[in-house]
């Protein structure tokens, strides 16, 4: 069965500096990738996916994830944070039109 | 334009009592419809899931179960709330036939007492 784990169930930034959220996935047969943005007592919101095609997948708010298969990797990176990217962030995976599967989350806090 | 509603917002409920959370997609037909579930520290864990009307599909054994009545409105319900079902619970609509783009309610706080 396919699976996904974010490095990290908090991650803290200062303002400006380079945001690197980790996901590693795990799955027998080429996968489809997710990452979503959750803020406090909401619903997810996806940020990008990754279906196949290039796989440097660009998303909403600045954010970036690379399709590495030889590290079965797909981390979420931003050049430079700021203070309403603080929230926490999903890592998703799905194979074969099944329903997605979530990592834990990985908590970002921006630092002034 | 597709909307997913979900009620209530927050919900505190003693042990031992019923459960009914509802949701209802509203601007398309036939969709996927889910329930996960999001406990601290454990991520979003996909509790039900539904291709149609009366079918559903359970993914973990537990003290709740789900119900589609009607095409768009998913439901989620339990006779008897343990203290494990606290949580924030998440609806969660596709397109018939595709499981992605996932579209997400607001969710609903649950404590249980």
């Known amino acids: 069965a396919q699976s996904v784990t974010q490095l990290g169930s908090h991650v803290s930034v200062s303002e400006g500096a380079l945001v690197l959220l980790r996901c590693n996935y795990s799955?027998?047969?080429?996968?489809?990738l997710f990452w979503y943005v959750q803020y406090p007592n909401q619903g997810l919101q996806l940020l990008l996916k990754y279906t196949s095609a290039a796989t440097l997948v660009k998303g909403i708010n600045g954010f970036e994830a690379e399709f590495k298969k030889s590290e079965t990797s797909f981390h979420l990176t931003k050049p430079s944070a700021h203070m309403s990217d603080a929230a926490e962030y999903f890592c998703a995976v799905s194979v074969r039109n099944t329903p997605l599967v979530f990592g834990k989350g990985t908590r970002l806090s921006v630092i002034a | 334009s597709q909307t997913i509603h979900q009620w209530p917002a927050t919900l505190v409920q003693p042990v031992g009592s019923p459960l009914s959370l509802e949701c209802t997609v509203e601007?398309?037909?036939?969709?996927?419809l889910y329930w996960y579930r999001q406990a601290a520290g454990r991520g979003l864990q996909l509790l039900f899931y539904?291709?149609?009307?009366?079918?559903i599909s359970s993914e973990v054994p537990q003290n709740l179960s789900a119900s589609r009545p009607q095409d768009r409105q998913f439901i989620l319900s339990s006779k008897k709330l343990l203290l494990s079902d606290s949580g924030f619970y998440l609806c969660a609509w596709s397109v018939q036939g595709a499981v992605i783009p996932l579209h997400f309610g607001n969710g609903t706080r649950l404590t249980v007492t």
């Open positions: 601007g398309t037909s036939n969709p996927n």
């Open positions: 799955s027998s047969v080429p996968p489809y």
């Open positions: 539904s291709v149609g009307i009366g079918q």
